[in-house]
Every structure is written in structure tokens, then in C-alpha cells.
């Protein structure tokens, strides 16, 4: 196969992708390692720095709780034996330009697999929740596969730990990941539920990332030097069922209907829309234990409709940037609003600690009861637009560690020149 030369090479990525504990004891180290500076950023691997000193060799005593990554939160790849660390695909820049991204289609025979969660985005919160006495276990999955099935490996683990009145954070897809696994008998185990910007019923970003228009799928193109943003989304994105299970189930069209697609460009698989529609008879309804975090007034993609043989997205201030709240509430569930992009919720420090507030007594003053939109604004773009949209390759090799970084961090970042409000 295609990665078994490509995998001999162990890139910077490779290296820095530690088991956690090692991760920890760097951090605390007297002497900072400036490969771990150069991962994180100065800001972040300041904030980390403190927190792995004030938990590292701590024994943890509080009550269990398990932090899921969204989608594309988990590191995927291949292990290796000997020596070497393991070949790490997802999210390896130097990998991707290799064209090596096909290698994580899915497929009966894939042998690609979760190789710990993204700590860049995690380990903060983590290790915040450590420090704030709780037995915080940060889970990683393959987020390419199915929820149910991912909320049954949950479940199972929540089983064999044998904790009881154990807490569940779920970030973006992790909250339906842990939804599917209260469907189980070790979800009694459960006192608590926070979701942090959870697509309960979907994000229009799924639509995007199936047709290629997404800024997460235009921007990997971009550093693949071998393939365009319509190849990786018909021939890689669109082999994830979890990704058919992300498209909104309250768009006013029924995206699950493969006649409702736009004939020209990719799409999603017909087989797989018939296999994943209903995602809602899998997850668990709200109860008195979800607690939901909302973020908006950042410019998200809240509404669709066909035009011609096309998709228009209109765009408002009413989201998180990937999640729309109208698809993020749900139910039943306390619902809180915070004004935070999708990708910061497990970074920021105002919801880190209103996520602990709710852990212990299920209540906060850190968020407001209501969403307060700073515009009532509205704009509209097609999928012909978006596809004008961050075209041509970028030069890795060249670039400042601080570029790189940026270039990473902004991976989902909105349609540009595009601000309202």
C-alpha cells in the first residue's frame, strides 16, 4: 500500500505525539523544551506549563470524568514497532503535502486508527480539571466511524473503569458520542452531561466538507500538493459516516434525500445517507443531567437552500462559527450561551471554568440563560463563492514555526470578507 514506504520518515509531528504522561512530565520539566514551545505557541505552552506543574505526580481522587474530542479531534495514523513513534496522518502538515491524506479513507481493510486526542486542544482543559481535583481522563476515538458505534466503545470503557457518578464532557461530536452511550446500561453510571457547541441536530459544515467547500477541506488542499479540495471530499471525507451523521436534520430540506444534491461536484454517498439518516433514534434524549454550552456571535453558516443546480448558505452571527445554535439545542437540556468560536470552547479559560462550575454543583454565572446577538445581519454565498476561496498551494518548508501555527489555527476559519456585525 501507498503509506507503507511513505511511513519510514518520522516528521516533528511524529515525535511530539506523546503518550499523555510523557506529555505532562515535559511540560513540568525545570527547563521548557522549545520544540514543545514552538507546538503550542508561547501563550498556550505557558498556560500548560503551569498546570502540568501544579498536577504532574498528583494521585487523583475526585470524581471520574471523561473529555471527548469533536470530530477531527483525535489523532489518526499508524503504529510502528521498535523505535520509532508512531506515523501519525491526522493533523501531520508535512504527511498532508505528501498527499498522504487518501490514506485515511475509510474502508474495510483501513488500518489507520485513534492515536490519542489532539492535546493542542485538549490537555488544557484536561489538565484544568485536574488541577480543580477531579480523575480526568482525556479519550480519544476514530472519528471517521459511526456514533453509535463510537458511543458503544465509550460505554464499554465506562463499564470496565467501574466508576460510578462519573461526568461526561463532550466537545462538538464527542457530545454525541457520549448521547449514544447513555443508550447503554453503563450510562446509568452518568451524573452529568456537559456538551460544549454539540450539533445536536447537525451543522451545515458537514454539507460544506461533502462538497468541498468547507475552509477545513480548502485549506488541507491547499497544503496537499497532490490533490484538490473536490478529490479529498469525494474521495476521503465523503467515506466517513460519522461526517453523514453531522449533516443537519432541520435545514428545511432533507439532506438525507440523495435528489437533493447539486449534480455537479461531490457529494455525499448515496448508501451512506440511507445507513446514517435517523442519527436521533440513536442517541439518548435530554434529561435533568445535560447541560449545554452555545457559543455565537461568530459568523456561521445557519441556513440552506438549492439554487439552480447549487447550495446558498446564509450566514449570521447566530452560531459558534461551525455550529448554528437553532442545531445545537436540544430538548429538555439546561442550555447556557457564551460568546466563543467552535474550535476555542475546550481552550477558553471563561468556559473551562464555568464547564467545572456545572461538574460540581450543575449550576454557573459565567454564561448568559440567553443568546445576546450583537446583529441581526445576514449574508448569502454559494458553493460556487466558497470554491473561489483559498485556492493555489502553500510552501511549508519556508514557512516561521509562528505561520505554521496560524496557518493551523485558522484551519476552520469563515468565508473571507465576509464580517457582519
Known amino acids: 500500500m501507498k503509506h507503507a514506504a511513505a511511513a519510514d520518515h518520522v516528521t516533528p509531528y511524529d515525535r511530539f505525539a506523546l503518550d499523555e504522561a510523557s506529555l505532562v512530565a515535559m511540560l513540568a520539566a525545570s527547563t521548557p523544551n522549545q520544540g514543545l514551545v514552538e507546538y503550542f505557541g508561547p501563550e498556550l505552552h505557558r498556560d500548560l506549563v503551569k498546570l502540568a506543574r501544579a498536577t504532574h505526580r498528583r494521585k487523583p481522587r475526585g470524581r471520574r470524568v471523561y473529555v471527548l474530542p469533536g470530530i477531527m479531534g483525535s489523532q489518526l495514523g499508524f503504529t510502528r514497532t521498535g523505535q520509532k513513534p ?83 464532557i463532550g466537545h462538538s461530536m464527542g457530545g454525541l458520542v457520549a448521547r449514544a452511550a447513555l443508550m447503554h446500561p453503563a450510562g446509568d453510571r452518568v451524573a452529568r452531561l456537559v456538551m460544549l457547541g454539540t450539533p445536536n441536530a447537525g451543522s451545515l459544515g458537514a454539507i460544506q466538507a461533502l462538497r468541498g467547500t468547507y475552509s477545513v477541506v480548502r485549506k488541507l488542499a491547499m497544503l496537499d500538493l497532490h490533490h484538490d479540495a473536490e478529490y479529498l471530499a469525494g474521495e476521503v471525507f465523503s467515506s466517513f459516516p460519522g461526517l453523514h451523521e453531522l449533516l443537519p436534520t432541520q435545514a428545511g430540506i432533507d439532506l438525507f434525500d440523495p435528489a437533493v444534491w447539486p449534480a455537479q461536484g461531490p457529494g455525499p454517498r448515496a448508501e451512506m445517507l440511507a445507513r446514517t439518516a435517523g442519527i436521533a433514534r440513536r442517541l439518548a ?16 453558516a445557519t441556513r440552506v437552500a438549492r439554487r439552480d443546480d447549487d447550495f ?63 446583529s441581526a445581519a445576514r449574508r448569502r454565498v454559494r458553493d460556487a463563492d466558497l470554491r473561489r476561496e483559498y485556492q493555489g498551494k502553500i510552501d511549508w518548508p519556508h514557512m516561521s514555526p509562528e505561520e505554521r501555527r496560524r496557518f493551523l489555527d485558522n484551519l476552520n476559519e469563515p468565508p473571507r470578507g465576509m464580517a457582519i456585525g
Open 86 to 168: 508512531n506515523d501519525i496522518l491526522w493533523l501531520d502538515p508535512i504527511d498532508i503535502q505528501l498527499g498522504r491524506l487518501v490514506e485515511l479513507k475509510l474502508a474495510e481493510d483501513t488500518r489507520a486508527l485513534a492515536l490519542g486526542a489532539m492535546s493542542y486542544t485538549y490537555l488544557k482543559l484536561t489538565l484544568s480539571l485536574r488541577k480543580a481535583g477531579f480523575d480526568a481522563v482525556l479519550l480519544d476515538y476514530d472519528w471517521r466511524r459511526d456514533v453509535a458505534t463510537l458511543g458503544k466503545l465509550l460505554a464499554e470503557r465506562i463499564a470496565a473503569d467501574g466508576k460510578e457518578n462519573v461526568g461526561l
Open 312 to 374: 446558498e448558505y446564509e450566514y449570521t452571527l447566530r452560531g459558534d462559527g461551525t455550529v448554528p445554535i437553532a442545531l445545537a439545542q436540544l430538548a429538555g437540556a439546561y442550555q447556557r450561551y457564551v460568546n466563543c468560536d467552535h474550535s476555542d470552547l475546550p481552550l477558553s479559560d471563561r468556559v473551562i471554568a464555568g464547564t467545572i462550575d456545572l461538574l460540581k454543583s450543575g449550576s454557573t454565572r459565567r454564561f448568559s440563560v440567553q443568546p445576546r446577538i450583537r
Open 285 to 300: 434524549p435530554a434529561d435533568a443531567r445535560f447541560h449545554l454550552v452555545i457559543g455565537c456571535n461568530c459568523l456561521t
